[in-house]
DNA sequence: CCCCCTGTGACAGGGCTGTGACAGTCGGCG
DNA sequence: CGCCGACTGTCACAGCCCTGTCACAGGGGG
């Protein structure tokens, strides 16, 4: 991950807060602490972290309304932390807006690996595309673009690509792609895969004729690079 | 919100499916169950649901390994389902792409109440009024207007547009929009949605005829762009 | 009761796709 | 170093698939 993730630690108990905040660090994040939930509020506006971690039980306003108020104006990820394990607990938590309740004790690789599953997901919606060289394929909006400007690909074209975009520097044999794209076990030689290839690659590279990209694999199929 | 929420669950054992599944659909979801990780993928595949309830502990490929097939190629939320209450399989289903984490047994509210942290995520961007180009969506009021002044949408011609509205720049199929829109899945293949866009085009489009708005992706469904 | 909305099926046009033949290229072996 | 066989690139064309479009019938609400 190229962003150091930051987070903002609300938690009052200091021997916790402490201990959290040196295990988080560890594991390669930056954090902030607050042991209020004002003062956590005010951190929030100034540092704008990219996740918060919450404790329930806080003097003065407690985790829930902290939880409550944030949404109102925020919309990042909240981690509930809480050192009780009842059910109604974690559902007006999740009602509260946050996205992920954690029980006390835990572990600082677990809380780690909640904090990175729910900073993901976030990630995943945002964009969901990948680069090679000049070509950018954005999965969700199923288009493809080359130095910004949109190339009008073909069904068949843009789920071939997507195929070989998911796994980059993969050779895939006709066979699998005949089955990845195509749906369907022709075992027979058909030129099918390679036509559609060259069609491809019209679009996609640079020079047609030597290609980049889209390299091919001599005795198997076709591979996509990302070139120097 | 009007759209139900559409989960696949799967999960080996007869009693606690068939529980869980009477339990989520109490909540308001609907359900498609699988008792194998190859039926799950296959059913997956076939009806693309919003999100899956994935137990870890199955018969053949486990819950992990079916966790990290899926990441392959989706993107969809994933909860991984267990008995047991181990850290290190914590970490290791969240590594493999799963954004949540439940131990059972598991309390039905709780576990609706974490399947809606995690489908709210997706939907927390979209506020009262969008704006397309000249086009203006307001939801709370239920009103478009374009350049100021107010379109008649009828009802399905509505509903089709917040759809769309609500992912922007995103493509959805055809099957995506029958089960947004109409809450109900066909298979066949039918002119209806294709009907629909037509007739929204007719009232959004400044040209109907070359949509800059709506625009069709061929071989999936349609996207709505925010034209330059 | 009437009108508007909706879903359906048919149809046409245009572009995509699969196919087969042929040319070009690569690598190995003598 | 050159030849040969296997493998890949290329192309044109015919059929087909996909989408846009439309008219119509049923149904529901005012």
Known sequence: MAHVPFLLLIEDDDAIRTALELSLSRQGHRVVTAATGEDGLKLLREQRPDLIVLDVMLPGIDGFEVCRRIRRTDQLPIILLTARNDDIDVVVGLESGADDYVVKPVQGRVLDARIRAVLRRGERESSDSATFGSLVIDRSAMTVTKNGEDLQLTPTELRLLLELSRRPGQALSRQQLLR??????????????DACVQRLRAKVEDVPSSPTLIRTVRGVGYRLDTPQ
């Open 180 to 193: 990845l794209v195509w749906e369907h076990d022709y075992l027979g030689d058909s030129r099918l895969v």
